[in-house]
């Protein structure tokens, strides 16, 4: 095609101008000077920061236009990109290649035609099905106006319900928390952060108490009334009611497809557009990206919905190269890679977590959890970081997925994993990488280089080490704890008993050769120095994997009884211990 041929030039059309659909549109541009490129949002801006609304609550980030990325000026100007806002996309007349536009401002309703449409129309906060949900006091947070009525309200309230614990949910009660409001967390499931495994969120759910959160789980809000005071009473299905002075629905997003629907394009199980790895939908002539699609998870290949930003706008990329050239990129799927920072609490994962491999149902894998510091601990500041690393139990020791929490330097450990199982690699790779040391970074064994040297030393001696789920309380076993005795004394495993990693090559001879003995410390490495001892002199010997300080996090996340765990309890007797 002679593309420098008015007459010929490509129409390509997009639905949605945020992540996605600016996206698809800059890069449409970039790859065709002459084409015709129009972003029809049916909101008042385009491209702009979800990501940042939470933000913008409390006045971290203090500016609204600072949340407004682009505008259709720009786009004009920079891009040659024409932006119609208030206009919304009605319908899609696939026969006839067109597009059916209602103007919001003067409600008139035209025709537009394409050689190409992109639909990127995105999620919209779901609202569940319950009495007084509608009711003006109940605000989801979506859209720059959502943040600004939050903002404006949370001027004058003091109390706060947040309907959803998930990532924007807690967002938004820490912003309202920051600027003075008495938030409650109701959650229905019993964890926050549901996309975590349990005991990962251990340091979140205390770092809120310590905020004074107050949070609810498997809590369900069954109605909501507005009172003659202004406040809301809230419902909940034990039966028992709460006032509050505004409610946050953040129960999650659904993908926006009635258009799609409509239109007679493919819709999937998990309610997303389905699209082929070309990001084509069941229409040749319309792709599809962003939070409204279905992707695949790289790793088990499952259909999910994702909606990031990220991926978004990968796809919005992706589309735009196929759409300009038939199946030149293929898109690669998601690992979910994704991270939270609130009440002073980093929680980052990527790739698939434990319950999604279902332990009861799966022994292929294997975990190991680890605590180390951010940076070497002679610079000051360092802080620790407590990672969890999901790994194949086999000789290829592939990566399955990686989860960490902390203060500092927590992303970028999340963010190497996901390059490492990008590639395809091993708990090997992580091993063997060499990554950045200097003090104020990190560590001559760089905590990476760690979770691949324990991983690795948990697939070549296979019973090295003792999950906290799988720690035994039986007495034919021996729970070891090679701490201090000061330490021990603060803070133990019931039951256990305690000799110094210092002392052992001395007192050895009081344990029992004939039992197996759990070894336990504060962080793990201390009880592996001692299994190296014991098992060359012939006792039996495991090590819990991460120490008592992930045992703490299963105590705290409800996996283990705290009855497990004891504090300020007398010292275990001496004598013939074991
Ligand atoms: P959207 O951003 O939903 O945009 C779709 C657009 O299409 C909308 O503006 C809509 O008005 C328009 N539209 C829909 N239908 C039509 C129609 N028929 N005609 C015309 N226009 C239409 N992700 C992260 O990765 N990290 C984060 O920290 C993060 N934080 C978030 C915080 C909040 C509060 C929210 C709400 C989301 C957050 N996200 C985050 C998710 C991220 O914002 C989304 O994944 C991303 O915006 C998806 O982009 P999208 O283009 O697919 O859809």
Redesign the pocket.
């Known amino acids: 095609m002679d593309r420098n041929n008015p007459e010929k030039r490509m129409r390509y059309l997009i ?8 996206s698809a549109a800059a890069k449409l541009r970039r790859l065709d000077e002459h084409a015709e490129i129009i972003i ?4 008042p ?1 385009v491209s702009f920061a ?5 933000y913008f609550v409390s006045g971290v980030i203090p500016e609204k236009s600072s949340l407004e990325i682009m505008n259709p000026e720009k786009f004009k100007q920079i891009l040659n990109v024409d932006v119609r806002l208030h ?4 319908s899609i007349l696939t026969d006839r290649k067109k597009i059916r536009v209602l103007n919001l401002k003067s409600e008139e309703t035209t025709e537009e035609s394409y050689d190409k449409l992109v639909l ?6 779901f609202r569940p099905p319950i009495k007084g949900i509608k009711s003006s006091a109940v605000i989801t ?3 720059i106006e959502d943040a600004v009525i939050i903002r404006e309200r949370g001027k004058t309230i003091k109390s706060a319900l947040v309907m959803g614990a998930g ?2 949910g807690l ?2 009660a820490e912003n309202l928390a920051a600027i003075g409001v008495k938030v409650t967390v109701v959650e229905k499931s019993s964890q926050l952060l549901a996309t975590f495994d349990p005991e990962m969120i251990a340091p979140m759910i205390r770092s809120m108490k310590n905020a004074e959160i107050d949070i609810r789980l498997d809590t369900e809000v069954t109605g909501l009334e507005e009172l003659e005071s202004g406040k809301v009473k809230v419902e909940f299905k034990a039966q028992d009611t709460l006032e509050t002075d505004i409610v946050l629905c953040c129960v999650g ?1 659904r993908p ?1 497809v ?2 799609a629907k409509n239109a007679g394009l493919l819709v999937g199980e998990r309610g997303g557009i389905v699209v082929d790895n070309y990001l084509r939908t069941s229409d040749p002539d319309i792709y599809a ?4 699609i279905e992707v695949h998870h790289r790793i088990d290949s499952s259909i999910i919905l994702s ?7 990968l796809q ?1 990329r992706i589309a735009a190269k196929n759409i300009e050239k038939t199946e030149t990129k293929e898109y690669c799927g998601v690992l979910g890679t ?1 991270a ?1 920072e609130a009440f002073g609490c980093t929680l980052a994962q990527t790739g698939l977590t434990e319950r999604q491999l279902n332990r009861a149902e799966n022994s292929d894998y294997r975990t190991i959890y680890l605590h180390p510091d951010n940076h070497v601990t002679y610079f000051p500041g360092s802080s620790t970081i407590t990672m969890k690393v999901i790994f194949e139990n086999n000789s290829r020791g592939r990566i399955l997925g990686a989860q960490a929490n902390g203060v500092n330097g927590v992303v970028r450990r999340i963010d190497t994993i996901a390059m490492a199982i990008k590639l395809g690699g091993s708990v090997f790779d992580l091993e063997e990488v060499d990554l950045v040391y200097t003090p104020q970074f990190g560590a001559p064994k760089a905590p990476v280089n760690v979770a691949g040297m324990l991983a690795a030393n948990r697939i070549q001696e296979c019973n090295l080490f003792v999950d906290p789920l799988d720690f035994s309380f039986s007495s034919d076993v021996c729970i070891l704890d090679v701490r201090n005795k000061s330490e021990h004394e603060t803070e133990r495993i019931a039951g256990s008993i305690n000799i110094a990693l210092g002392d052992l090559r001395n007192n050895y001879i009081y344990l029992n050769p004939a039992r197996k003995i759990q070894l336990v410390c504060s962080q793990g490495k201390r009880a592996y120095a001692a299994h190296c001892i014991l098992a060359q002199l012939g006792f039996n010997t495991v090590v819990l994997t991460g120490g008592l300080n992930t045992f703490r996090d299963f105590v705290t996340s409800g996996l283990i009884p705290k009855t497990r765990l004891e504090s300020h309890s007398p010292d275990a007797s001496a004598g013939h211990l074991g």
């Open positions: 639905v949605g101008g945020v992540a996605a659909g600016a029809f949002e049916k909101g801006q979800s990501c940042g609304l939470p206009h919304e996309v009605v990127a129309t995105g999620a919209e906060s947070i979506r859209t990532f924007i967002e938004v997003a926006r009635g258009l990206a962003g939070d409204v909606p990031l930003a990220g991926p978004a706008t919005g994704a939270i």
